[in-house]
C-alpha cells in the first residue's frame, strides 16, 4: 500500500487537526489501526462522546473515514485516510496561524519526548544520529525530499520490529 500524506494548507482545516485530542486520536489511528470511539476513549482516557465528536470533527476535514470493516452496527469503526500530515511553513504566515502551527508543533516534540523516555533497551537498527549540515534553500528541500522518497520505500512492509522514524531538519543554534 503507498505512503500517503494529507498536506494542511488552509487555516480552517489547521484549526481542525491542531487540538491535542484530534492529535492524539489521529496518532492512534495511525500506530494502532482501526478503533470505534469507545476504544479510543479507553486508550486514552476520555469519554467516548468526546472521542466521537473529535472524530466526526477530523472526518469532515478529510482525516479519517469510516473502516471498510465494521464489525458492530451498534458503533462506528474508524480509520485514518493517510499515513502523515504535513504542515507548510507557509501556514505561520495566516492571521493567527502561528498559533495552531505552534501546537502542533509542541504535540509532535511530546510525542517524540515520550519516544525517547520509553527507549530503554539497545537493538540491532535501533539508534539516533545527528548530522551537521551546511545546505542552500534548495538542497535542503532535495534533502527532506529524498529522505522522504527512502522512507515511503519502507512504508507498508510486515517486518518484526514496529518502529517510528523521527527526521527533524532545525537550524543549528548560533554559539554564544
Not at 489547521?14 to 491535542?20: E, F, G, I, Y
Not at 519516544?115 to 539508534?127: D, Q
Amino acid at each position: 500500500m503507498p505512503f500517503t500524506s494529507k498536506v494542511v494548507d488552509d487555516l480552517e482545516t489547521l484549526k481542525a487537526v491542531s487540538h491535542p485530542l484530534r492529535l492524539e486520536l489521529l496518532g492512534r489511528l495511525r500506530t494502532a489501526g482501526p478503533a470505534t470511539a469507545s476504544q479510543l476513549g479507553r486508550a486514552l482516557g476520555q469519554s467516548s462522546g468526546s472521542t466521537s465528536y473529535h472524530l466526526r470533527q477530523l472526518e469532515r476535514f478529510g482525516f479519517v473515514a469510516d473502516d471498510e470493516e465494521q464489525p458492530s452496527a451498534r458503533e462506528r469503526r474508524w480509520r485514518a485516510l493517510h499515513d502523515a500530515t504535513s504542515f507548510p511553513s507557509s501556514l505561520s504566515d495566516l492571521d493567527g496561524g502561528r498559533e495552531y502551527v505552534d501546537a502542533v508543533r509542541r504535540r509532535q516534540e511530546r510525542y517524540l519526548r515520550e519516544g525517547l523516555e520509553a527507549w530503554t533497551e539497545p537493538r540491532p537498527g535501533i539508534g539516533m544520529s545527528d548530522y551537521g549540515l551546511r545546505l542552500d534553500p534548495a538542497d535542503l528541500q532535495a534533502l527532506q525530499d529524498e529522505l522522504h522518497a527512502v522512507v515511503t520505500r519502507y512504508t507498508g512492509r510486515a517486518g518484526t520490529e514496529d518502529v517510528v522514524l523521527h527526521v527533524l531538519t532545525l537550524p543549528r543554534p548560533t554559539a554564544p
